[in-house]
């Protein structure tokens, strides 16, 4: 029989203090073991293993066989390893595990029966620096002319849906757009896992919490959206809408709050449709009759980003929400979009033209001319 007693929990402010010192402490030779040089290659921005003898990385977007092999035991010891420092655990009562590490990296661990034989696992490294509109205008991931308007639009207030896929940049997109904000703002971050990393003095993170052993303590996305609102934000951010919180999130936006956040769609259109259908998940009382127009008038920018064969991670389309909706959806009008050589300007114009001008800058001054 254990008679091992539990850890205390930290009740004061010097047991945080501890624990922050301990944690800055990781070796990653001994956390890491047999990935440990995969971890320390700064052109590596994923790890992932299939089986012990299929491991593999992601290298400037693209993926790579290794030739590294482990052992069943080796995974396992390797995430028991990782998981001391994650505060999560896993076991056949709950066979995921979706954590953030020390360094910032991301973890995601399935175990079977949920798999079909081994550990499945996933770190996405933590590569993220902040970076500008500018630096990635830079980088080929957009136009000037679309820089320009994404920073003047987030200086203005306006509302802005970051649409793509899976590994597509939509978080480094959505980080260097929340940094545009102004000095003065108060910004709330809401995310299933911290990630973003606002350059603002004023900045408050939450993420959500997965339940305990006995199913208690779970704190979803929901709540954390309706905590924010209490918390005197100047602006909301959410990092990935995927679910019923979307019809909160349209709620506060709808409500005269600036706000940001990403979705997983393959077009503007297709966002537009995709934020529209899950807030139905909050309950059967939930209708498109109610939520086309709150749609429409919530939203203000959809930026669509993909992750081309060649690695490159470029922003395909950038639309304006008109206000307008028809047949229970909202429409949107393309101001441009990529065709594989160069941006088109599509025949879509901005609107709210009061925001920019209380912002001081307004349409006139510049956007005929982008």
Known sequence: MDTRQPSPIPTRASDYVG???????????????PIAHLMKDSTIEEIWINSPERIFVARGGKSELTNLVLNAGDVRQLIDRILMWSGRRIDLASPFVDAQLPDGSRLHVVIPEITAEHWCVNIRKHLMRSMGIGELANRGMMSQEIATLLSRSVKSGMNILVSGGT???????????????????????????FE???????????????????????????????EALRMRPSRLIVGEVREAEALDLLIAL???LPGMGTIHANSSRDAII????LPLLAGENISHKFIAPTVASALDLIVQVKLNSEGLRKIIEVAWVTGRYENDRAEIEILWRWNGHEYERGLGTIGHEEKFQSAGIPIASWWQRL
């Open 19 to 33: 624990a922050e010192k301990k944690i800055e402490k990781m070796d990653i030779e001994v956390t890491y073991g």
């Open 167 to 193: 590994q597509s940049g939509k978080t480094t997109l959505l980080n260097s757009l929340v940094s545009q904000s102004p000095v003065q703002e108060r910004v709330i971050t809401i995310e299933e896992v």
């Open 196 to 226: 973003l990393k606002p350059q603002l003095p004023d900045v408050v993170a939450m993420q959500v919490r997965t339940a305990n052993l006995q199913g208690d303590g779970e704190i979803p996305m929901r709540r954390l959206i309706k």
């Open 254 to 256: 709808n409500s005269g």
């Open 274 to 277: 995709k934020l529209q259908t």
